[in-house]
């Protein structure tokens, strides 16, 4: 797919068929989120990429809105280390911002869906995926083949007019 059909053909994917993703597939998509730009490049992350049904259900459980974990394909946990103060965590989360969209644009790319879910039990998340102590889960990234329709480049997205949100020279 060209980078500009990509960008308009994501959306978020709350429903997976059974199909899995290949492994090669995955590591493009880690490789993209390893690439992303980061505040002077601290590339403050790391990534746990789950694919145990046992586990990504469990995963599901984070909050209550992170139900497509449980039938995703594959979900990339996205891991944070605790930021010292308030500045950091603002740098965490622009920065896991744009690892998480370089993420959903390779997997668009490859037809994979991909969606955001919050994580609010930090005690659960660490559990399930082992992380140290000074390690938080920021985001959970799930994945797989659209249970729905195909991914194809939305001709009216749901946003608001471009006019709107455009101002030029000055507000
Ligand atoms: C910071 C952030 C957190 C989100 N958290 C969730 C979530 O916990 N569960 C969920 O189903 N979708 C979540 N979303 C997805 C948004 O609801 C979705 O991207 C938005 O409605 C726009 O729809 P689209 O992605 O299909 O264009 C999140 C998106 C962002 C950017």
């Known amino acids: 797919m060209e980078t500009w059909d990509a960008i308009r053909a994501r959306r978020n994917i709350r429903?997976?068929?059974?199909?899995?993703?290949?492994?090669?597939?995955?590591?493009?998509?880690?490789?993209?989120?390893?690439?992303?730009?980061?505040?002077?490049?601290?590339?403050?992350?790391?990534?746990?990429?789950?694919?145990?049904?046992?586990?990504?259900?469990?995963?599901?459980?984070?909050?209550?809105?992170?139900?497509?974990?449980?039938?995703?394909?594959?979900?990339?946990?996205?891991?944070?280390?605790?930021?010292?103060?308030?500045?950091?965590?603002?740098?965490?989360?622009?920065?896991?911002?744009?690892?998480?969209?370089?993420?959903?644009?390779?997997?668009?790319?490859?037809?994979?869906g991909s969606g955001h879910s919050a994580v609010i039990d930090q005690a659960l998340a660490r559990r399930l995926l082992e992380l140290p102590e000074d390690r938080w889960c920021v985001y959970l990234v799930p994945l797989g083949y659209p249970a729905d329709r195909p991914l194809a480049p939305i001709a009216r997205p749901n946003r608001r007019p471009f006019d709107d949100v455009v101002h030029r020279e000055v507000w």
Request: proline fraction near 8%; charged fraction near 25%.
């Open 15 to 112: 429903a997976f068929t059974e199909r899995p993703i290949d492994p090669a597939d995955l590591d493009r998509i880690l490789e993209a989120g390893r690439r992303a730009p980061s505040s002077t490049n601290w590339q403050p992350w790391d990534f746990v990429a789950v694919t145990e049904r046992q586990r990504l259900v469990a995963l599901s459980k984070v909050f209550e809105w992170a139900r497509p974990v449980a039938g995703s394909a594959a979900t990339i946990a996205l891991v944070a280390p605790t930021p010292a103060d308030p500045r950091r965590r603002d740098w965490i989360m622009y920065d896991f911002g744009q690892a998480t969209m370089a993420m959903m644009l390779a997997a668009t790319d490859l037809g994979i």
